[in-house]
């Protein structure tokens, strides 16, 4: 099994950053593309972004290309995603995931592993 765990998320004025981190721990040889979901309340959870194992690999939501910036650091087993010029639509809880598998998929089916998400909150 792989844990995920979300950190950094936050309370951030429109304009502002933050850079939420997504620990991986256990059997995490298993793991290979690894994605950022949202949830906003009252709508269904979102891709955001994806890399894939070797980092060399990345996706992002239209909504948030040019703004936000995923990377990973394989030696540490983790995760980030650096977030700025945030906008008041970009509130959610921000969950990490992971795939067993190199497919670069933009779906949750795609992926096996889950965290618990974090909160972002911006306001105007």
């Known amino acids: 099994q792989v844990q995920l765990v979300e950190s950094g998320g936050g309370l951030v004025q429109a304009g502002g950053s933050l850079r939420l981190s997504c620990a991986a721990s256990g059997r995490t040889f298993s793991t290979n593309t690894m994605a950022w979901f949202r949830q906003a309340p009252g709508k269904e959870r979102e891709f955001v972004a994806l890399i894939s194992r070797s980092g060399g690999s990345n996706r992002y939501a239209d909504s948030v290309k040019g703004r936000f910036t995923i990377s990973r650091d394989t030696a540490k087993n983790t995760m980030y995603l650096q977030m700025n010029s945030l906008k008041p639509e970009d509130t959610a809880v921000y969950y990490c995931?992971?795939?067993?598998?190199?497919?670069?998929?933009?779906?949750?089916?795609?992926?096996?592993?889950w965290g618990q998400g974090t909160q972002v909150t911006v306001s105007s």
């Open positions: 995931a992971a795939s067993k598998t190199p497919f670069l998929s933009d779906s949750e089916a795609g992926y096996d592993y």
